[in-house]
Structure formats: structure tokens, C-alpha cells
């Protein structure tokens, strides 16, 4: 069944747009509050958010629906989404709620909802949301004596900060290293320095100043270039950059070269494998994670399995599976031994445990194998469904053909935008430049013909 409102990761869209208004906002929170309140205790919801301007809104409108059938609500203000899911354990609440579009633009937004134990709603519990959100709004209403309170968090930040630390062995410092950390003017720009500073370090902050509308731009781990610049600038150690809700992290080495979730993976996996931490053999990833990182793992021993994209696809397999590192390309890592969705922060805690303790620079550490040449192109459209074109399956069938065992070819419409992303990696860089560009062409052909 189609979904109305939740997509990939939850619900998003463009600030007073439908489905992301106050209106829509309101029906979510007394939805999920209707569907969570089960039993006879006072029932609570946790919600964070990040810097955008249209947060005040989405959190005023979400807090007016808990509390309208009868949900206390904990407000936390801007934190990481990690964070949020930690908090909704920690206090004991029934439901958690991130109001973020992660490393989109300021002027989305959206809403992800988590379990009482921090793990993202599956498709079935949605649905159930969206049946909710479309029925009579005076049937979910609580009566006047059971409307529920709303209170802040004070220590929200402390605690997070605290929880950050502790994934670190007790002894180990950062003293010595000179840290860059690019906060995206984002939900970290006060957690992330300040958990790398109370750690020994010496930390240059970037990304740091959010006004409502700068959030991702220019800066962060989608546009990482103010952050290399800066490493080199002051000659760091290491560069940090988060999203907008800092779930996911890109690491910037002493040279300014720029390392990706693949990367990352690899040096976890490794270092948690021999110090017997690592579960399951294996890690899991996604299906644009790079062949590299695959062969890479099985000459050390270790399996790689793949799932659709979409870090709550890896952590429903590493659950499945007892997985307990997973991850994407794009720096989404999920530690499950600490969290139950990507942590940004604790990924680079990491790798730098692993810099301190072997004594390498961060160029050699984050050095595990070399990538596969990778392209990956974005198709925009308007209507219509361009992958179903007879030529587009006939530009896919034959880039199968000719990339053959030797190379991989992932085609998939975005989960948040009308776009058609395609990806080939292979040993021959020609090879797969080619395939991408005949795919390409025939989605932009099947697309123009649709308009």
C-alpha cells in the first residue's frame, strides 16, 4: 500500500509545503501519541530538533498534538538525532520525535519518530500512524483532566556529552591533537565541540554559528571543503565534519584528504575484529557501498552484507542478523554496542581511538583499501516513471551485460526527490563512465518524452 506521509526517513518536505505544516505536524503528534499510550502510566514523548527556522513551528505544532491526547512532552531543543534516540531510553518514553531534514537545505524539514527503544518505526507501525492521521480528530482527543504537560530538558546536553565519552575506554585522551569540527551550523554545534574538548583535544570550531537558514550550507559533511581548508590552514590533526543532525560524519585527514563512510567502516570493523568486539564476522552496508570495501573485507576474514539505501534498512539487518557494525557511504555508521541509529559524533570517537592507539596519523589509519572507480549521476524529473521505458531497461540490461563480474551497477529512484540516481563501479574507469552516461541518456530521453 502506497504511503501517504513517511518516506525513507520518515517524513520530509518543504517548510510550509504539504506534508511538512503545522496542520500535518499537529495530526502526527496526536496520531503517534494515540498509537503509543498504551497502559495506565503517564504516558512521554521525547522531541529534539535541529537550527532551521521552521522547527519553532513543527515543535510547537507536534507539542500542541501529544499533548492534546493526553502525552507529557520532554523538550530537548537543538540536538543530534542520535542524541534523541539515547534520550527517549534513557528518560523512559514511549516514543521519541527528530524534527530534521538531515543535510537537506534549511527550507525542508521533517519528522522521524523513534520506538521506546530507540530504534526507528518499522513501514507496518506508519502505516498505522497514517490510518490515524486521516480520522476524525476529535476521537483521539484526551478529556480536560488527561491533556498532557510539557517540560525542558535542561541536561539534555550534558547527558549526551557524557554518553559520548563513555564509548571511549576510560584511559584514552585526545590530548595532543588538534581537531577541526564542522557542525553543518547545526543540531551538534554545541555537543560535538564540547565532548572532543572535555576529551583533552584542542578543537577549532567550524559550522558553529546556525541563524536558521545556514544550516548545510556550504559547510558540513555534504560540502566538506571549508573543512579541508581549514585542516590544512592550522595544520590539524584531523577534520570532523557532521550533517544537520549530525547521524552521519565525513573525516578529513592531516593531508585535507577527504574519507568516507566506506573508509570508516573498514577501521571499525578491523579494529573491534581483533580486539574480538566485532560481531557477526561481518559488517553490514548498503548496496552504493564500494565493491573495494566487499573485497577488502573477505581477504581479512570478514563478510559484508548489503541492503537497500537507507541506514534504517542496515539496522533492521544488523538486528536480524546480529550485526553490531553497520553503515553507508555517505558517513551514516551505527555502532550498535552504543546506539540505534547513526551517530556522527561516536563514529569519529572511533577512529580516533584507533589514531591514539597505534600512534599513526589519521592518513594511515583511514588508509584500509583503495576504491574502485565510482561514478554516480542524478536524474531529475517531473512525472512519470522513467525506469519502466523500454530503453532505459535496455540501456540497464545492456550496462549489466558489459560490466559483467568485474563491476556493479545500482539504479534506484530517491526516497525524498523526484530523482533517479545511478551508480556503476568496476576495475575499467572508462567501462563504467560509459555505462553511467548511456543510462543517463535514456532516462533524460524517457523523461522528456513523459513531459
Known amino acids: 500500500m502506497t504511503r501517504r506521509y513517511f518516506g525513507t526517513d520518515g517524513i520530509r518536505g518543504l517548510s510550509n509545503k504539504h506534508p511538512m505544516t503545522a496542520e500535518v505536524a499537529m495530526k502526527v503528534g496526536m496520531a503517534a501519541g494515540k498509537l503509543f499510550m498504551t497502559g495506565g502510566h503517564r504516558h512521554r514523548v521525547v522531541i529534539g530538533k535541529d537550527t532551521r527556522l521552521s522547527g519553532y513551528m513543527l515543535e510547537a505544532a507536534l507539542l500542541s498534538g501529544f499533548t492534546s491526547v493526553g502525552m507529557d512532552v520532554f523538550l530537548l531543543g537543538p540536538m543530534p538525532t542520535p542524541a534523541v534516540a539515547m534520550l527517549t531510553r534513557s528518560l523512559r518514553a514511549d516514543l521519541g520525535v527528530m524534527i530534521s531534514a538531515s543535510h537537506n537545505r534549511y527550507d525542508d524539514n521533517g519528522i522521524k519518530l523513534f520506538d521506546p527503544d530507540g530504534y526507528k518505526l518499522s513501514d507496518d507501525v506508519e502505516r498505522e500512524i497514517e490510518k490515524l492521521i486521516d480520522s476524525s480528530s476529535p476521537d483521539l482527543l484526551a478529556l480536560p483532566d488527561n491533556i498532557g504537560r510539557a517540560t525542558r530538558v535542561e541536561s ?10 563513555r564509548t571511549l575506554p576510560k584511559n584514552l585522551k585526545l590530548s595532543g591533537l588538534r581537531i577541526v569540527i564542522d557542525c553543518a551550523n547545526g543540531a551538534a554545534y554545541k555537543v560535538a565541540p564540547e565532548a572532543l574538548w572535555e576529551l583533552g583535544a584542542e578543537v577549532i570550531k567550524i559550522g558553529v554559528d546556525p541563524n536558521g537558514r545556514n544550516i548545510n550550507h556550504k559547510c558540513g559533511s555534504t560540502a566538506p571543503e571549508a573543512l579541508v581548508d581549514k585542516v590544512r590552514e592550522v595544520r590539524a590533526d584531523i577534520g570532523i565534519a557532521l550533517d544537520g543532525d549530525a547521524d552521519r560524519v565525513v573525516i578529513v585527514d592531516e593531508k585535507g584528504q577527504i574519507v568516507d563512510g566506506d573508509q570508516l567502516m573498514a577501521v571499525i570493523a578491523e579494529s573491534w575484529h581483533r580486539r574480538g568486539k566485532l560481531a557477526a564476522a561481518g559488517i553490514v552496508a548498503t548496496v552504493m557501498s564500494n565493491l573495494g570495501l566487499e573485497r577488502y ?69 583511514c588508509s584500509r583499501f583503495e576504491r574502485l572507480p565510482q561514478i554516480l549521476k542524478n536524474v531529475r524529473y517531473a512525472e512519470g516513471r522513467p525506469l519502466e521505458d523500454s530503453r532505459v531497461r535496455k540501456a540497464i540490461d545492456s550496462a549489466t551485460a558489459k560490466l559483467g563480474q568485474s563491476g556493479r551497477l545500482v539504479i534506484r529512484p530517491s526516497g525524498t526527490e523526484p530523482v533517479i540516481r545511478v551508480m556503476a563501479e568496476g576495475d575499467d574507469e572508462k567501462l563504467v563512465s560509459t555505462v553511467v552516461d548511456d543510462i543517463v541518456e535514456a532516462v533524460k530521453t524517457a523523461t522528456a518524452k513523459a513531459a
Open 297 to 365: 573485507l573477505k581477504d581479512i576474514g570478514l563478510s559484508m552484507a548489503r541492503t537497500p539505501v537507507g541506514d534504517r534498512y542496515v539496522v533492521e539487518h544488523m538486528r536480524k542478523h546480529g550485526f553490531n557494525v553497520g553503515g553507508e557511504q555517505s558517513g551514516h555508521i551505527v555502532l550498535s554496542d552504543f546506539t540505534t541509529t547513526g551517530d556522527g559524533l561516536v563514529s569519529a570517537l572511533q577512529v580516533l581511538a584507533v589514531a591514539v592507539s597505534t600512534g599513526q596519523p589519521v592518513s594511515e589509519v
Open 156 to 165: 539534555a546536553q550534558e547527558r549526551y556529552i557524557e554518553y559520548a565519552k
